[in-house]
């Protein structure tokens, strides 16, 4: 059974940026898509994009398209999230998510990582 | 301000049922299948229902979500204290380029 394991916590200053991973054990990504999603304290949850390590495409949220870069290493089984112009607003926990996820639509959500706690603080 | 709007809140005794509410409109719920998660803090969120009222394997007959035009429910029957969580609604949005939403969580306790 597949386990998707993430990368520590991680604490930036403000301008910077963070590339959390998310590393598939027990398996591979197959033909699922790799979610982002995020919790910021106190609110709930956001998604951020998808990537499907197969095919190598990615969708994102219109929100984070200028900031956030997904990839994948099929070979490898793990994914990334790469976030740019880090701002104290991107304090949050940082979910992957197994999906499968098309050019019209997303399925649910049934594997998640851990989560990882990137803090931003100057 | 999240797309699916829910309930900040709900309440139940031991035993009770209880329901919880998703408000969306035509280019989410409306046209789209719903899915619920279950979120203990500091824990992964876990997939309770998907496809409006499947549950995944080990997920428990209490547990049973419904739809009905652009709202959705899940209920909670035979009430237990480890269900004591946040719960939130997600969808396809068909908007902006298309996108998955989620309501902004309903925080379950059991009294």
């Known amino acids: 059974q597949v386990h998707l394991v993430q990368s520590g916590a991680e604490v930036k200053k403000p301008g910077s940026s963070v590339k959390v991973s998310c590393k598939a054990s027990?398996?591979?990504?197959?033909?699922?898509?790799i979610n982002w999603v995020r919790q910021a304290p106190g609110q709930g949850l956001e998604w951020m994009g998808y990537i499907i390590p197969v095919l190598g495409t990615a969708h994102y949220a219109q929100k984070f398209q200028d900031r956030v870069t997904l990839s994948a290493d099929k070979s490898t089984g793990i994914a990334h999230m790469h976030m740019t112009g880090l701002r104290a607003e991107d304090t949050a926990v940082y979910y992957c998510?197994?999906?499968?996820?098309?050019?019209?639509?997303?399925?649910?959500?049934?594997?998640w990582g851990q989560g990882t706690l990137v803090t931003v603080s100057s | 301000q999240s797309v699916l709007t829910q309930p900040p809140s709900a309440s139940g005794t031991p035993g009770q049922r209880v329901t919880i509410s998703c408000s969306g409109s035509s280019s989410n719920i409306g046209d789209n299948y719903v899915y619920w998660y279950q979120h203990l803090p500091g824990t992964a969120p876990k997939l309770l229902i998907y496809?409006?009222?499947q549950r995944p394997s080990g997920v428990p007959d209490r547990f049973s979500g419904s739809k009905s035009g652009t709202s959705a429910s899940l209920a909670i029957s035979g009430l237990r204290s480890e269900d004591e969580a946040d719960y939130y609604c997600?969808?396809?949005?068909?908007?902006?380029?298309?996108?998955?939403?989620f309501g902004g969580g309903t925080k379950l306790t059991v009294l």
């Open positions: 997600a969808s396809w949005d068909d908007s902006l380029n298309g996108r998955v939403v």
């Open positions: 496809r409006n009222n």
């Open positions: 998510a197994r999906g499968y996820c098309s050019s019209t639509s997303c399925r649910e959500f049934d594997r």
């Open positions: 027990g398996g591979t990504f197959s033909n699922s898509a």
